[in-house]
């Protein structure tokens, strides 16, 4: 059987409770439940249709003309021969009027088609057909209109001439407005003032050619707050003529401002890759000029620092990259975590001589994971810590088993960050935006240093308060590793300073 489509069991629970004949189907023409009316009619149970393939070969062409086209269909008249629910073993004629609607999720991805019958057998017979017709259209409209209220997307329709005549809830929701209030030409007010007179000509064009609209504009909201949306229109044309447009808004705000992280990046990793490699040619042209044996030393140790930072914003960016692929290696195997704790203690201490790093609290234990990459993630987090107290002072690191997790802590009393950056931190392209925070570097560390903790089914967080200093964890699961007895209660406690660690086998 077909993997069918996961729909909310409320959305299925609805068609199957609403009158009339309804089918619903996956992009994959395969049922995925029926009104009541319609297992009636057809004299059927929900089991007998559900999961599977009940079309004629007849119809296999139309269906696969409406997931080609992402468009509605209207079936010409069918005759169907059907038991006669009053008389055993006789069979009656039924004449049934169906259309095929597809319905798509905010990106325009098709998640279900409804097929929609209704017996115009009377309409045939008796004449009566208009009639009867009006008040299934009646039905056909409340149906409708619960669908288009259920959708995430702002949807509304306009007359032949642009009027704005229908909007759903979810309009009236974000602007905050009646649909009284919102119809009309209303709609001008919500568009950014920068983004009106394009989105005035894009409209006006379409309106003039009959053509599809679509444009990307700002929208006030309710809060008062403008939201990138993507929207769009078709015009819908019947016997030649326009009748309506039928339209949609899409919030992409989310979208709209990872573009922009993506731009701001670009920018920053031209400057800061053009940084280094402009100390290193200027020292170079030293070094060719320089006679004095002691400037040259201090030209080649500044030149080999700074290829030192290029190669690490290279890495940074090639991590990137191998993340993005989902090619990202991870070697695993068994390591004292003590010893990269003391190794990358020590390095950073030696980096940092206005800095006392005080490691608190230690524990020997074996831990099976990536040593290369779980020592970077400990280097990151002592190297943001030095960063953020850029006038010296303790960073006190611990080390910690809770709950059969390595908990690991790097605590600073810098400048600290804002409640509201924290969240957002360890996304990639993410520098804060404070100006005293706007250090060297790529703004790729702590989203790298997530996606490893993640490959190692690790967690990660931080506690902040400006002008206090920042603390940031992570734990790591131990599963079957054990911690090493050593000492009465199996753990290492100090207040190694770097001149102790020094002396640490």
Request: aromatic fraction near 10%; include cysteine; charged fraction near 25%.
């Amino acid at each position: 059987m077909e993997q069918l489509v996961e729909l909310p069991a409320a959305l299925l629970k609805t068609y199957e409770s609403l009158p009339g004949l309804y089918l619903v189907l996956s992009p994959e023409l395969v049922v995925l439940t029926a009104s009541d009316d319609y297992l009636a009619a057809q004299a059927l149970t929900r089991e007998d249709l559900k999961g599977k393939d009940v079309f004629e070969p007849g119809l296999l062409p139309v269906l696969h003309h409406i997931i080609e086209t992402s468009k509605s269909y209207q079936l010409p008249i069918l005759r169907t021969e059907l038991p006669d629910p009053n008389l055993k073993d006789h069979i009656v004629s039924r004449y049934w009027d169906t259309t095929y609607t597809p319905f798509f999720d905010e990106n325009g991805i098709m998640q279900y088609i409804i097929q929609y019958s209704y017996d115009v057998t009377n309409f045939v017979s008796a004449g009566k057909k208009v009639e009867q017709h009006e008040k299934e259209i009646g039905a056909s409209e409340k149906h409708l209109e619960y669908l288009l209220n259920s959708m995430p997307q702002q949807v509304w329709t306009a007359t032949a001439t642009g009027i704005i005549s229908y909007v759903n809830e979810i309009c009236c929701r974000d602007f905050g407005k009646t649909k009284e209030e919102l119809r009309g030409e209303g709609w001008q007010s919500f568009v950014h003032p920068d983004d009106l007179p394009i989105c005035i000509r894009a409209w006006s064009y379409a309106l003039s050619q009959n053509s599809e609209y679509s444009v990307q504009f700002r929208l006030r909201m309710a809060d008062g707050q403008y939201k990138w949306h993507l929207g769009k229109a078709i015009p819908l044309i019947e016997s030649g003529e326009l009748k309506m447009w039928m339209g949609t808004n899409t919030n992409i705000d989310i979208q709209k401002s990872n573009e922009q992280r993506k731009d701001e990046f670009l920018a920053i990793a031209s400057h800061e890759l053009k940084t280094p490699l402009t100390s290193i040619k200027a020292f170079n042209q030293l070094m060719k000029r320089s006679k004095d044996p002691e400037k040259l030393q201090g030209f080649v140790e500044k030149s080999a620092s700074q290829i030192i930072r290029l190669e690490q914003l290279i890495t940074d960016l090639l991590d990137v990259t191998k993340i993005n692929s989902g090619n990202m290696v991870f070697e695993k195997d068994a390591f004292q975590f003590s010893e990269i704790i003391a190794t990358a203690v020590q390095t950073v201490q030696a980096m940092s001589p206005d800095h006392e790093l005080l490691l608190e609290n230690s524990i020997d234990v074996s831990y099976h994971g990536d040593r290369l990459r779980i020592e970077q993630v400990l280097m990151n987090f002592l190297t943001n810590a030095v960063k953020y107290s850029p006038n010296g002072g303790k960073v006190i690191i611990s080390v910690e088993i809770q709950s059969d997790n390595i908990v690991v802590s790097v605590q600073d009393f810098g400048i600290g960050i804002a409640e509201f950056e924290m969240q957002r931190l360890f996304e990639r392209y993410y520098r804060v935006d404070n100006e005293d925070l706007r250090y060297e570097g790529l703004g790729l560390g702590l989203f790298i240093c997530s996606e490893i903790l993640k490959a190692h089914h690790g967690s990660f967080w931080l506690e902040s308060k400006l002008e206090v200093g920042s603390t940031f964890y992570f734990r790591l699961p131990l599963k079957q590793h054990a911690a090493v007895p050593h000492g009465d209660d199996g753990y290492v406690k100090s207040q190694w300073m770097y001149d102790d660690l020094k002396q640490q086998p």
